[in-house]
């Protein structure tokens, strides 16, 4: 199954229609009922294309969201709902990939952003199809307007990264800081789950060679996590299924909490997503199907939740969906009814 994702971070940078003609089989009888159409609208129907949304930061008075695709992808928006593209992250990829990668052509999956000490710091992930040739590099900014004279992206090299033989993936990177200041990077995809590693907060890269490497959640088939704080727990949100399969994706998104970031996360149940568990937060509806790659934006007293789906009514486009996030009585994540963003 790990695989789909690989072939996903591949087609991701095409067209639609061939992403269609990649899918294999694709189911063509979902179409603009009311009940897909309502769906859509409960759960945050965007017209941006687009596949592993980073967390949104901003940046002066404008949001930005950053996604896999040829030299890392960007959008922008005033308002979180009427969003446009951005430049790329790189117009020519970092030279060390290819030493790392053989053949990489800087097609960039899985971004991840906070803004740190002044500046954006990016991360992001390169790899082989079907193996875990993988790297996390990183990438600097003091804005991300590009209007800005000091506008200039600097590729500051690998963060961590994996080669055959090890029993982790380097890639789909998430960034977190604790209230204290620590910065943490979880990352992982199939293997053997869900890793974390701490993050030197000066430089952005890990705080030593040797310093432990934490199993946060396994099972079968599991990546792209997302590591949020509220109140005493931390949250691991993480995608459980196969992605990139247009209308016959089965991605879900699962959810544990710990109060520790390095764990142990359980579930409602309290059962540790480490061995199995994880609690399910968004999942198809209807013409909803797929989502993926949590991410969550606190704007003023306002939580959002955003994600990529693939849209039953257009075969399977993916795209990006931002649902108004609560937090249950009891401490635990929900998507709101209410407006989409």
Known sequence: MYIFKLHCLLVAALSTAALLSAQ?????????TPAALAALERNGKRDVNLHDPSTIVKCKDEYWLFATGVGVNSWRSKDLSHWERGPRVFDKPPAWITNVVSGQRGHFWAPDIIQHQGRYWLYYSVSKFGVNTSAIALASNSTLDPD??????TDLGIVIQSVKGDNFNAIDPAITRTPEGALWLAFGSFWSGIKLIQLDPATGKRIAA???MHSLAHTKAIEAPCIYRHDDYYYLF???DACCRGVNSTYNIRVGRAREITG???????????????????????????????????DGETFWFSCHFYDGTQRGASKLAIRPLRWSPGGWPEIAVGPSR
């Open 24 to 32: 294999t089989p694709v189911s063509t009888n979902l179409t603009a």
């Open 148 to 153: 800005d004279s000091d506008y200039r992206w």
């Open 210 to 212: 040797d310093s432990p």
């Open 238 to 240: 993480v995608n459980w």
């Open 264 to 298: 142990p996360y359980l579930d409602k149940d309290g059962v540790d997503l480490a061995q199995g568990g994880g609690t399910l937060l968004l999942a198809t509806d209807d013409a909803f199907i797929g989502p993926g790659h949590a991410g969550i934006l606190k």
